[in-house]
């Protein structure tokens, strides 16, 4: 199954719309309840980066026996060092990122912890994408 | 506890949700940071004093039904919808976190951690 969505700059009010799409379809699959926390949180932490950090981007998700995969990728300014950007408590959030309840430097962490594979690429005045899978 | 005790207790306003009001409830989480609540792998209730949609998203994302808004903030109607949606219950009070935490903590909520 094949799903893309289109994540607007600066849309705080629809970040994790792509996410919630998500949760609804992997609930009707059936998947165990706590993988699809984990797909969602993730998936939700790396939306909410397209959307704070870059200038918006696409979602796609593939869903096939055991396996989901997802790409977040954006135009954006990149990131020039992405050993230090997936460091907790690195941020360089804008003061609007924080009232949304984000900005504390946990995304990447947070994605980290909860796929069984991340893989973030970058390219600076280019854009970002951070691709992750979870077997379930 | 149930949440209909918990309204009592704090003086609150029930925003939506009327229906889940004798549920019962063990434990509660405070915070205002979104990308701490996505760390739980618990689903206690929400006390918090940020108020806007992604609070509702974030509670979607970690599978949260029950939220405690603080510092009189009160949800808008977008938040509401969302939260119907969601089958979850919305409920404000004009305490502090700190004096919402108190009361609940004492009237035996527990902490995750
Ligand atoms: N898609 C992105 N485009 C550009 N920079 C990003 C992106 N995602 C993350 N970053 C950078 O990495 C930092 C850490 O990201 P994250 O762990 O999600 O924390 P936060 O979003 O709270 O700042 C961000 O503050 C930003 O500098
Ligand atoms: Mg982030």
Redesign the interface.
């Known amino acids: 199954m094949h799903q893309e969505y289109t994540v607007i700059e600066g849309d705080f009010v629809n970040a994790g719309a792509a996410s919630s799409s998500v949760k609804k379809t992997l609930k009707q699959l059936n998947v165990n309840p706590q993988v699809v926390k984990r797909v969602v949180v993730a998936l939700y932490e790396a939306e909410v980066n397209a959307i704070a950090h870059a200038y918006g981007g696409k979602v796609t998700v593939d869903i096939d026996a055991g396996k989901i995969r997802m790409v977040v990728a954006d135009k954006g300014p990149g990131i020039p060092d992405i050993a230090l950007a997936m460091q907790e408590g690195y941020s360089t959030a804008r003061p609007e990122v924080r009232d949304m309840g984000f900005g504390a430097g946990m995304g990447l962490p947070n994605m980290q912890k909860n796929v069984d594979r991340l893989n973030v690429t970058s390219e600076v005045g280019v854009g970002t994408t951070v691709e992750m899978e979870v077997n379930f | 506890m149930t949440l209909r005790e918990i309204v009592g207790l704090l003086d609150a306003t029930v925003c939506t949700g009327e229906a889940h009001l004798d549920t019962e409830v063990q434990s509660a989480f405070a915070s205002?940071?979104?990308?701490?609540?996505?760390?739980l792998k618990d689903t206690p209730i929400l006390i918090t004093g940020?108020c806007?949609?992604?609070?509702i998203?974030?509670c979607?994302?970690?599978?949260l039904q029950f939220v405690v808004f603080v510092r009189n903030k009160k949800p808008s109607a977008?938040m509401i919808e969302l939260a119907e949606e969601n089958d979850m219950v919305l409920i404000a009070c004009e305490y502090s976190m700190f004096k919402t935490c108190g009361l609940l903590f004492e009237a035996g909520l527990y902490p995750l951690f």
């Open positions: 205002d940071l979104m990308s701490d609540v996505l760390t940020l806007n949609i992604q609070t998203r974030t979607d994302m970690a599978c977008d």
